[in-house]
Nanobody, 123 residues
């Protein structure tokens, strides 16, 4: 079972950028697809982006397409989410999650989750 730890959240002004990291421990990181989800106060958790285990497939929610970029470094057991042109609507707790091999848009399809990192976009 892989364990996940997010980092990189914080307070940023509208229009700014942040890079989130999802560091994994445990065996077989390269077998896992990693998804990023977010949950704002009073709202349901939503999928943001996902990267598959090995074929380079990536997916983005429409709300973040062209602003966020997901990438992975299997040598470092880490997935990154580069976020730019941030708006207050991006404010949420961001979670990374793992599932075997392929991405899924459904949070229920993931069997390992990090503890989350807060992103606040405010002037």
């Amino acid at each position: 079972q892989v364990q996940l730890v997010e980092s990189g959240g914080g307070l940023v002004q509208p229009g700014g950028s942040l890079r989130l990291s999802c560091a994994a421990s445990g065996l077989g990181f390269h077998y896992y697809a990693i998804g990023w989800f977010r949950q704002a106060p009073g709202k349901e958790r939503e999928g943001v982006s996902c990267i598959s285990s090995s074929d380079g497939y990536t997916h983005y929610a429409d709300s973040v397409k062209s602003r966020f970029t997901i990438s992975r470094d299997n040598a470092k057991n880490t997935v990154y989410l580069q976020m730019s042109t941030l708006t207050p609507e991006d404010t949420a707790v961001y979670y990374c999650a793992a599932r075997f091999k392929y991405c899924s848009a459904l949070s229920a399809g993931y069997n390992a989750w990090g503890q989350g990192t807060q992103v606040t976009v405010s002037s």
